[in-house]
């Protein structure tokens, strides 16, 4: 099963207009950490926003909310004002402990959703 | 502001030819990760690093692939042979402590390999 499930291969927005991008995630561990990157044509992952499970409030980094329904399992990202550098690819990532190996909390990562603002 | 270096940032080889990326995490940073990504989906995790020792690396193709990271700085991710499905972008990305559910990770630009 998949971990984390992104079911918007591509979305457009108008620039100046938020948007929302999906995220759903698989576990059962009681102790996570959702996250959300970008990823731009050039390549690096840039970090955006994170939420604990643990967490009561949705988390806001800037122009940047994680609308987080824990019962639901869901944590989508709102990009509020889109602009156009706003233009990527966004992953949604969960850490969770993983058994394997010597065992560690690991970073998996969705398929990603590609952004395109129109001016 | 700090960063994880990554070189090459191409790499374009022959199937069958050897091939290795280098990765310089940011200073301090004990956790190293080597991910996958193959074009259009998510990166995925190959191996991780804690200091020097492998902490992970279940999903690593050992018959051709080998990682190390001997003094716990720096890390060499080897691939011999390259086969076509190889063809990727292997990122680097490093984290200050051993990693619980809220550490972030620090990405490098990656290096887009493709074999031909």
């Known amino acids: 099963a998949q971990k984390i499930t992104q079911t918007q291969p591509g979305m457009f927005v108008q620039e100046k207009e938020a948007v929302t991008l999906d995220c759903t995630y698989d576990t059962s561990d009681p102790s996570y950490g959702l996250f959300w990157y970008k990823q731009p044509s050039s390549g690096e992952m840039i970090f955006l926003i994170y939420q604990g499970s643990y967490d009561q409030q949705n988390a806001t980094e800037g122009r940047y909310s994680l609308n987080f329904q824990k019962a639901r399992k869901s944590a989508n990202l709102v990009i509020s004002a889109s602009q156009l550098g706003d233009s990527a690819m966004y992953f949604c990532?969960?850490?969770?402990?993983?058994?394997?190996?010597?065992?560690?909390?690991?970073?998996?990562f969705g398929k990603g959703t590609k952004l395109s603002v129109i001016p | 502001e700090a960063e994880v270096a990554q070189s090459p940032r191409y790499k374009i080889t022959e199937k069958s030819q050897a091939v290795a990326f280098w990765c310089d995490p940011i200073s301090g940073h004990a956790t190293l990760y080597w991910y996958r990504q193959i074009l259009g989906q998510g990166p995925e995790l190959l191996v991780q690093f804690q200091d020097e020792s492998v902490v992970d690396d279940s999903q690593l193709p050992k018959d051709r692939f080998s990682a190390e990271r001997l003094k716990g700085v720096d890390s060499t991710l080897k691939i011999q042979p390259a086969e076509l499905g190889d063809s990727a972008m292997y990122l680097c990305?490093?984290?200050?402590?051993?990693?619980?559910?809220?550490?972030?990770?620090?990405f490098g630009q990656g290096t887009r390999l493709t074999v031909v």
């Open positions: 990305a490093s984290s200050l402590e051993p990693p619980g559910a809220n550490t972030e990770a620090f």
């Open positions: 990532a969960m850490r969770e402990y993983a058994y394997s190996g010597a065992g560690s909390y690991q970073l998996t």
